[in-house]
C-alpha cells in the first residue's frame, strides 16, 4: 500500500528551467547546447549541485568554457528565472495532501531553492524531503535515495517516486519504490489512481 509520494522539482512542480536557459543561450550568444547542457548537467555542474562549489566557482568556470560576456550573477538570475511553477502539480500535490504524506527529491542548489521559495512558497507544500546540495550527492548515485529513505522513515514498497527522467526512477525501482515517469499533472493523477487506493477510501 502507497502512504508517501516523493516529488521531483525541476520539470515537475516547476518548468525545466535548465534546458529553458539553455536554449535562451542558444539563441542570444550561439552557445552549443550540448555543451552547455554538458557543463550545466555533467561533473561541473553535479560539483555545484552538490554542495561542493560555491555560485561565484561555478558561474565563473561556465562563463570561461562558453566565452560569456553576462557576469555571473546575471547568468545565475537568468537560470533561476526559467524555473516557473506548474499550477497544474502544484494543484494535484494539494489535492494528495489529504491522503498521503508529501516530500521532494531534488538535485538542487541552496540560491536556486531561496529563490524559488520566495516566490512560490512552495516547502509548505511538503512534509520534508531531500536537496542535493544540502546531503553532497545527487540523483542517480543510490546513496540519496536511501537518505530519503531515512528521512521519511518507511519501507520503500510504501512509496510513490515521480520524477520527468527515466535515469532517475530506475535507482529507486531497484530499491523497490514504485515510479511514476512524469508527462503531465494529469497523466499522474491516473497513474495514481491505478496505483494506489487513497486513505480515505481503505476499509
Avoid at 15 to 29: A, K, Q, W, Y
Wanted: charged letters at 30%.
Amino acid at each position: 500500500m502507497i502512504n508517501v509520494l516523493a516529488f521531483d522539482l525541476g520539470g515537475v512542480l516547476f518548468s525545466d528551467g535548465t534546458r529553458e536557459f539553455i536554449e535562451h543561450l542558444n539563441r542570444t550568444s550561439g552557445v552549443d547546447t550540448a555543451r552547455a547542457d554538458e557543463l550545466l548537467n555533467g561533473s561541473l555542474g553535479s560539483r555545484y549541485r552538490e554542495g561542493r562549489m560555491s555560485q561565484d566557482e561555478f558561474w565563473a568556470a561556465f562563463r570561461r568554457a562558453l566565452g560569456l560576456s553576462a557576469s555571473g550573477p546575471e547568468l545565475a538570475a537568468r537560470w533561476i528565472d526559467g524555473y516557473r511553477l506548474n499550477e497544474g502539480t502544484r494543484n494535484l500535490i494539494q489535492d494528495l495532501s489529504q491522503d498521503y504524506d508529501l516530500y521532494y527529491l531534488s538535485d538542487n542548489v541552496a540560491e536556486r531553492v531561496e529563490a524559488i521559495e520566495r516566490r512560490y512558497h512552495f516547502l509548505r507544500l511538503f512534509k520534508g524531503g531531500v536537496f542535493s546540495h544540502e546531503v553532497g550527492v545527487r540523483k542517480p548515485h543510490p546513496r540519496i535515495y536511501e537518505i530519503l529513505l531515512k528521512r521519511i522513515g518507511v519501507e520503500p514498497q510504501k512509496i510513490l517516486f515521480v520524477d520527468d527522467k527515466e535515469w532517475a526512477l530506475a535507482p529507486a525501482e531497484r530499491i523497490g519504490m514504485k515510479t511514476v515517469l512524469f508527462r503531465d499533472s494529469e497523466q499522474v493523477r491516473r497513474a495514481l489512481e491505478q496505483l494506489c487506493i487513497p486513505r480515505n477510501q481503505r476499509g
